[in-house]
């Protein structure tokens, strides 16, 4: 069964930056598409960038687009969230999640944080922007 946990939040200061990672085990990585999210209010969560499999189709949301790059290391079974310029209202809780999405022929990758499919989820790390 996979298993993810996140890892790299803290707190700093406007205009800083962090680098979130997630560690899955169980599974390899390669099978599925990973997506950062952050918690929006109770258990309402919202996409804020996602990968495919392949890791040739990613998705920003607006408020990450030109700040915020992900990527994959599928040997390292480690997904990454660099996080630039950040702002207060970027604190949040940060969640990775997966989606068993693998490469296909003739398929389209899936991979979007709106699509519905994201099954195992991390615990979370926080990161806080203060000044």
């Known amino acids: 069964q996979l298993q993810l946990v996140e890892s790299g939040g803290g707190s700093v200061q406007p205009g800083g930056s962090l680098r979130l990672s997630c560690t899955a085990s169980g599974s390899p990585l390669n099978y599925y598409a990973i997506g950062w999210f952050r918690r929006v209010s109770g258990a309402e969560r919202e996409g804020v960038s996602c990968i495919s499999a392949s890791g040739d189709s990613i998705d920003y949301a607006d408020s990450a687009k030109g700040r915020f790059a992900i990527s994959r290391e599928d040997a390292a079974n480690t997904v990454y969230l660099q996080m630039n310029d950040l702002k207060p209202e970027d604190t949040d809780l940060y969640y990775c999640?997966?989606?068993?999405?693998?490469?296909?022929?003739?398929?389209?990758?899936?991979?979007?944080?709106?699509?519905?499919?994201?099954?195992?989820w991390g615990k979370g790390t926080r990161v806080t922007v203060s000044s």
């Open positions: 999640a997966a989606r068993f999405a693998p490469v296909l022929p003739n398929t389209p990758d899936q991979y979007r944080c709106s699509e519905f499919g994201w099954t195992s």
